[in-house]
Structure formats: C-alpha cells, structure tokens
C-alpha cells in the first residue's frame, strides 16, 4: 500500500541502514559506508527475518583507503549469535588485496525466525570503509 509515495507499514525501501527490505518476495539492503578497524568490527547488517527463509547474495567491498600490507580484511556472518561463516582476504608485501572469489561476494540461505548479524573486520589498525549489499527472494 502506497502513502505519499512510499510504502506504509515498512522501511523506506531505498534507505541505507544494517536492516533489510522486503518489497513482495524480494529482498535487499545496502549498508552504505561503514568503519571496521582493528579490534572494532563494523556493522554492515543487523535484522530479524521473518516467518519466510531467504536465500540472498551478500556482496562485500572496500571503500578507498590505504591498505596496509600483511593485513586481513573480510566479514564474518552470525545466526543467533553463533558464526556460521568468516571469510577473510590478505594484503601481499605491497598492499594489494589479495581475495578469492568467495571473500566478496556469498550466497547465503537465511533462516526464518533468525537475528542475523554481517559485520567487517580487519586486523589494520587504520579505519577500513567498507560497504555491504544483499540481494535475494523469500520464501514460504
């Protein structure tokens, strides 16, 4: 249902938060820019799924900033509190990153009835940007 030309009853659905945003059986959410360090984890996403499961594509990426050599970089994705995944890059003697294909981007099957928290994590002692996408469906 449209309201002044937004959806009443639901988050605005082009907003930048650590929510998601379900229009029909679709899903996503856009972090927007986000700052890990070493020892403090940047929060890209946090929620609460519904009574659907999903299956979502989380894409991972870092913003412009100087990446300092023989660090780790990446994102670890929790369930109920309890890390199902953490995947993590390292930069090489010049810090160039140095990721395989599945540190940046993830398929991931997201439970019904589940917090579900996405954070960055880094061990540079620089603050890191760094951003987070989903993009996915429900279903019943």
Known sequence: MLGGGNPVGGSNP?????????IGNHV?????????????????????TGREYSIVNFGFGLGPSNISASKIYGY???V??????ENVSTSDGDGTLVFDGAAIQQNILLPSYSTIKIEATT?????MTCYGIITGRTYA
Do not use: H, M, P, R
């Open 14 to 22: 082009t907003g930048i938060s650590s929510n998601i945003n379900y």
């Open 28 to 48: 996503y959410g856009t972090s927007g820019a986000v700052i890990a360090s070493n020892g403090s984890n940047g929060l890209l996403f946090e929620f609460t």
């Open 76 to 78: 670890k994705i929790s």
């Open 80 to 85: 109920n509190s309890e890390v199902i995944l």
């Open 123 to 127: 061990t540079d002692a620089d603050n």
